[in-house]
T-cell receptor
Framework: DVKVTQSSRYLVKRTGEKVFLECVQD?????MFWYRQDPGLGLRLIYF???????EKGDIPEGYSVSREKKERFSLILESASTNQTSMYLC????????????FGPGTRLTVL | QKEVEQNSGPLSVPEGAIASLNCTYS??????FFWYRQYSGKSPELIMS????GDKEDGRFTAQLNKASQYVSLLIRDSQPSDSATYLC????????????FGQGTTLQVKP
């Protein structure tokens, strides 16, 4: 299985701060995804990337941006954090071609005060 | 209509019983189907994938797919208290995008 790591398990930030969430994979997989998960709303796709410097908007990209300068690393950026961005953020990596399985990192529980 | 629907539960079964989790999806052209298990406070863990009609077995888990009925299910045999978790159904509409659509999840409680 792919190993996916995320920079922090828990993070507390203040409103208006710029927040960086990092995701790193240990395999040479092209596809990486950022989701947020909220009670009652389930998992929602924020952004995804097919390759270095490529990105696509998901279902809820507003208030977020992403960066993928290296294949193994996919960053989610909250330009100006707001309280409604308090959530669990999950990074996922899609396995080898033809397999399509997605593997999740441990998640980052972000609280914006 | 939600694209992927699951009964939120909780589904309560006694230890040793068969737990049956169900999922329906709206896009008839969907191609790949996945079941994830998520413990409280943890990230989803992939437990089964299924791509063609019929059954797929892996240990105590069996995934069943019926594309004509747009229905996918997960059976857990000999349920254990450690199986208590939320089970997420995910559907990939197009293989080339890799995007998954998730259901809301079904909470399973296995009582000793």
């Amino acid at each position: 299985d792919v190993k996916v790591t995320q920079s922090s398990r828990y993070l507390v930030k203040r409103t208006g701060e710029k927040v960086f969430l990092e995701c790193v994979q240990d395999m040479d997989h092209e596809n990486m995804f950022w989701y947020r998960q909220d009670p009652g709303l389930g998992l929602r796709l924020i952004y995804f990337s097919y390759d270095v410097k490529m990105k696509e908007k998901g279902d809820i990209p507003e208030g977020y941006s992403v960066s993928r300068e290296k294949k193994e690393r996919f960053s989610l950026i909250l330009e100006s954090a707001s309280t409604n961005q308090t959530s669990m953020y999950l990074c996922a990596v899609q396995g080898r071609k033809g397999d399509n399985e997605q593997f999740f990192g441990p998640g980052t529980r972000l609280t914006v005060l | 209509q939600k694209e992927v629907e699951q009964n939120s539960g909780p589904l309560s079964v006694p230890e040793g019983a068969i737990a049956s989790l169900n999922c329906t999806y709206s896009d008839r052209g969907s191609q790949s189907f996945f079941w994830y298990r998520q413990y409280s406070g943890k990230s989803p863990e992939l437990i089964m994938s299924i791509y063609s009609n019929g059954d797929k077995e892996d240990g105590r888990f069996t995934a069943q797919l019926n594309k004509a009925s747009q229905y996918v299910s997960l059976l857990i045999r000999d349920s254990q208290p450690s199986d208590s978790a939320t089970y997420l159904c995910a559907v990939m509409k197009r293989v080339d995008t890799g995007k998954l659509i998730f259901g809301q999840g079904t909470t399973l409680q296995v009582k000793p």
